[in-house]
């Protein structure tokens, strides 16, 4: 999971892009608050997961978050968006 401050807003998507398994961690927040794969850099909004620019088409999973009482951020991992399935397929790295 990745979870991402944009503006002291916090979001929690799934840290695998859905071009090529891409980690999105290792990318970059690029044009205010979109997260950039570092492999082939499609971008996705983390708000929702939407695919934002090629080669990615379809979103990542995203979860509900929340920043409790104490101040711990907490991701509710059973509540996940609609993702459409993934294809499962060899790894071309
Ligand atoms: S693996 Fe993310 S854009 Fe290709």
New binding site residues.
């Given amino acids: 999971m990745l979870v991402v401050n944009c503006e002291g807003r916090f979001y929690a998507i799934e840290d695998r892009?859905t071009?090529?398994?891409?980690p999105l961690a290792d990318g970059e927040l690029v044009n205010g608050c979109q997260v950039e794969?570092p492999?082939?850099?499609?971008r996705f909004d983390p708000a929702d997961g939407r695919a934002l620019t090629l080669?990615?088409i379809r979103p990542v999973a995203s979860f509900p978050i929340r920043v409790s009482a104490e101040g711990i951020l907490e991701a509710d991992l059973s509540v996940e968006s609609p993702t459409p399935p993934r294809p499962r397929r060899g790894h071309r790295r």
Avoid: F, N, Q, T
């Fill in positions: 892009c071009h090529d398994d891409g794969c492999r082939h850099g499609a080669p990615a």
